[in-house]
Structure formats: structure tokens, C-alpha cells
């Protein structure tokens, strides 16, 4: 299929890089949101959200007329949804955003058209959910129109990179559909795009998370064995990931992030009587940031006025989003024990936690702290000069929850270094 002029629905972390990339292929490119404020900002070349390198590629978009926003969908040779799917309290898939977006498209929906579905989903979403609500328009997935569904696997901090590089997965409701939706993305992708049919690639997208999830957990255990053993896990998981077939991932305060703690749920919504790894995984990583609790606690005996300072909330490294982040976990445990909490994230400084004193610097995080706790490795906490903190801070307690700084060289710049998941000192 020829693709010239696509509409995608949503202009969030993955939309609106998909959008810029497909402008900067020239591709026509009509980028839809319902958020009046974002498109604004769109049409003066800025943009709404954090990603290295995003700005001036949507700026470049903008700038050569190949992306241009509208609040509805128009009519186009293909369509991509890539809306969020949040989950409710109770742990249940939210899919409005993803109904709405396909009844839009609905009265522009030709002959011909491909649909594709990226947003995250539980399986047999794209065959249950989007079909019967795209075929109101009178016509007939893979007869009349193609619709596949094509998950989205790039790592937040690298999405721009992991677009073009990443193999792609193109489940279509039939093959025609699956290979339409090659013919889309081998605009740009220059990894393998591997086609199958959409339930497969619904369900491959969520395995992808799962596993990760699972993985973590794992580690995260190790690190309360090794708390309770008197064993430094970073150094015994650095020695059993030289056994050939053991890669264990890295412990820290918790799971956060809109993909890795959300999608494991739609598998134990979908089949809970099936889920018992999945739903218990889920539980410890969930659970971390009370680990992380325990270990203050122990620091510091009762925390009624005590001065805690917290260096970042994002939901990992480098990254402005605090979606489902265990590092606001913490904060929040923190002040509900008591604890003076002042709080610094440089990615999002104004961020409003309850109870949390928000601060814009380092110096005013940690001036009157009895202890600083490390919460994401963002490269400029990794890099601090431990010299330089013994000249702002009187406390010489820090916790390290991420393994980000060395101990030797905080030790030898006065510090007691408490590290998650180190028993020993
Ligand atoms: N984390 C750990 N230990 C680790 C690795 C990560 O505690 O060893 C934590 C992070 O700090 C963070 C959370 O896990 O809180 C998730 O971070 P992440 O970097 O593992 O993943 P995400 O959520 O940023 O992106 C994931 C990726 N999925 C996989 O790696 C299988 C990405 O490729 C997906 O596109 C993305 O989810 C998504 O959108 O689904």
C-alpha cells in the first residue's frame, strides 16, 4: 500500500514521536488530540512532554508543513491509534480512550484505509472492542478496510532511536492487513517488522512487560533476602550474572512507569485463575517502597520530625514522568510516619505531592536533612561530588536505593552509606 497522508489519534509519549517521525519521512502527517491546550503549543512548535531530541524534531515537522493538529479525526490512507489505557484503582483496563478514538475515525473511515491499533491493550481488543465499533461505518475489516494491531516497545529517555531500530510486531486481522501495516512503518523502521495476527501481537506486547515485571520482582526479593542475610545483593547479583545463562535485573524502590506497572494487570484481569506469578510479582514490586521504609525506619528509629530529603520522584532515570512512580510512594509513606519530607526532581520541580515540600534546588533539598535518601539514579544525582554534598548538608546519612553512588568515595567524604539490599556495611 501507498501511504501519503496518515492521522494519529493521541499525541502523547508514543503518538506524537511517531507523528514527527513519520513528518520527517515526508509523510503528510495530521496529528489529533483532544486537548485543546497541547495542540496549541503543537502549533507554535513546542511540546508538552519530555523525550531527548523531541523538540526539534517536532519543531522540524511543524516547521516543513508535513505535521500539521487538528482535534478530530480527517480523512486519510491510514490511521494510528496510540491513546492511553490507564487502569482503574482496582486494577481494571481502562479502554474508553481507545473506544472513543476508534468511534471518531468512524465518519472518515474510506475504502481502502488501513487502522492501526497501538495503544496497549488486553487481548482480543483490537478483533472485540475496536472491529465492531470501526465496521458501523458499513465496512468489513479486511475486506473493505485493513486493521491491524502493532504494539508500540519503545523505551522511554530512547524512544526517538527505538522507533526507527526496534523490530516491529504487526498483528492484522488478516494477513493483507498485517502486510499493510509493513508497508506503513517500513517508512522508517529499520528493524525486522515481523508479521502475525493481532491477538498474537496484543498478547506479545503484553509478555514483553510481564517478563520484565517478573524480573524485577525476582531481584527485588533477592534484595530483602540479601537485607536480611547480611549479603550486599549488587555484588552477588554482579557474580551470578557471570553464570552464562543468568541475567538478573537490578533491584531499586519499585516498579512505576505507565507500561511495566499496569500491563502485567491486564493479564490477571483477563485470566486471574491463570495469573498467580504474574498477580504476586506484581505484589512485591508494588510493595517495594515499604522495603524501602523499613530500611529508613531502621536508619532513623521513630520519624516524627525528622527531615528527610528526597532526591527524585520520576518513575526512573532521566525521564520527566512520575506516572505510578514508587519514589512518590515513599514521599507519601514518609509523611504519613511524620517525617519532614522536602523533595527534589529536577525533571518536574513543581510536581505537587501532598505533604511534600517541593524544592527547585539540591542545596535547599538537602541544608536541614537528617538523611537524604537517593530514590532514581538521574545522571546528575549519580554524578554528585560527595565533597561538594558534605558542604551543603550537615547530615552524614545517605540511602541509596539505586545502587548510584560509591561508597567508597561518599565514606571517604564522611558519609555512612546505607544501600537497599547491602546487609552488610
Ligand atoms: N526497573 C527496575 N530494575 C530494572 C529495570 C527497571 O527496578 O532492572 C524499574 C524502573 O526504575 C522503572 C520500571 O522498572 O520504575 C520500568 O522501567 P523500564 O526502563 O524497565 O521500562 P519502561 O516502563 O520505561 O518501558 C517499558 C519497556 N519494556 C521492556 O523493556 C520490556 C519498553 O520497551 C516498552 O515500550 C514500554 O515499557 C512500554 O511502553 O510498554
Known amino acids: 500500500m501507498n501511504f501519503k497522508h ?7 509519549y508514543i503518538g506524537l514521536p511517531t507523528a514527527s517521525t513519520f513528518a520527517k ?24 512532554i519530555y ?37 482503574y484503582g482496582e486494577k481494571k483496563a481502562d479502554l474508553s480512550f481507545v ?3 476508534a468511534e471518531s475515525i468512524v465518519p472518515v473511515l474510506r475504502e481502502g484505509n488501513l487502522v492501526v491499533l497501538e495503544s ?32 508500540e516497545r519503545v523505551l522511554p529517555g530512547q524512544i526517538l532511536r527505538e522507533l526507527i531500530e526496534n523490530a516491529r510486531v504487526i498483528g492484522g486481522v488478516d494477513r493483507s492487513s498485517a502486510e499493510a501495516g509493513r508497508d506503513l512503518y517500513g517508512i522508517f523502521v529499520k528493524g525486522d517488522i515481523l508479521l502475525t495476527d493481532a491477538t498474537t ?25 540479601a537485607d536480611r542475610f547480611g549479603v550486599d545483593v549488587w555484588e552477588a547479583i554482579r557474580i551470578a550474572n557471570r553464570h552464562p545463562r543468568v541475567k538478573i535485573l537490578n533491584p531499586g524502590p519499585g516498579v512505576g512507569g505507565h507500561c511495566i506497572s499496569v500491563d502485567p494487570w491486564f493479564f490477571v484481569e483477563a485470566a486471574p485463575d491463570l495469573t498467580p506469578l504474574i498477580f504476586n510479582a506484581r505484589k512485591v514490586n508494588d510493595s517495594q ?24 520522584l520520576a518513575y526512573k532515570p532521566d525521564v520527566d514522568d512520575l506516572r505510578e512512580s ?48 537517593l530514590l532514581v539514579g538521574h545522571s546528575q544525582f549519580k554524578s554528585l561530588d560527595p565533597k561538594r554534598m558534605a558542604t551543603i548538608t550537615s547530615t552524614r546519612l545517605v540511602l541509596d536505593t539505586v545502587n548510584g553512588w560509591d561508597n567508597q568515595a561518599w565514606q571517604e567524604a564522611g558519609f555512612k552509606v546505607i544501600k537497599l539490599g547491602k546487609g552488610k556495611m
Open 51 to 87: 523525550e531527548p531530541g523531541l523538540s526539534e524534531v517536532v519543531g522540524a515537522a511543524i516547521e516543513s508543513g508535513n505535521l500539521c493538529v487538528a482535534a478530530a479525526p480527517v480523512e486519510a490512507d491510514a490511521f494510528i491509534i496510540a491513546v492511553p489505557t490507564p487502569f
Open 120 to 151: 496497549t491493550s488486553p487481548p482480543l481488543t483490537t478483533e472485540e472492542i475496536v472491529r465492531p465499533i470501526l465496521e458501523k461505518s458499513g465496512l468489513k475489516a479486511g475486506i473493505d478496510f485493513k486493521l491491524a494491531y502493532s504494539p
Open 6 to 12: 496518515i492521522c494519529i489519534i493521541g499525541l502523547g
Open 201 to 225: 501481537s496484543e498478547m506479545v506486547k503484553l509478555m514483553e512487560n510481564t517478563y520484565r515485571d517478573v524480573n524485577i520482582a525476582i531481584a527485588n526479593e533477592f534484595s530483602r533476602l
Open 99 to 101: 473506544r472513543s478514538a
Open 289 to 312: 517502597p515499604e522495603f524501602v521504609m523499613k530500611i529508613i525506619e531502621r536508619a532513623l528509629g521513630a520519624l516524627t520530625g525528622k527531615h528527610i530529603a528526597v532526591l527524585g
Open 25 to 48: 519521512y515526508g509523510i503528510r502527517v495530521t496529528g489529533v488530540d483532544n486537548n485543546s491546550e497541547v495542540l496549541e503549543a503543537l502549533k507554535h512548535g513546542k511540546v508538552h
Open 326 to 373: 514508587p519514589a512518590i510512594d515513599v514521599a507519601k509513606l514518609l509523611v504519613k510516619d511524620g517525617a519532614v519530607v522536602s523533595a527534589y526532581e529536577p525533571f518536574k520541580p513543581d510536581f505537587i505531592v501532598a505533604g511534600v515540600k517541593m524544592v527547585h534546588s539540591l542545596e535547599e533539598a538537602v541544608s536541614q536533612a537528617d538523611l537524604v535518601v
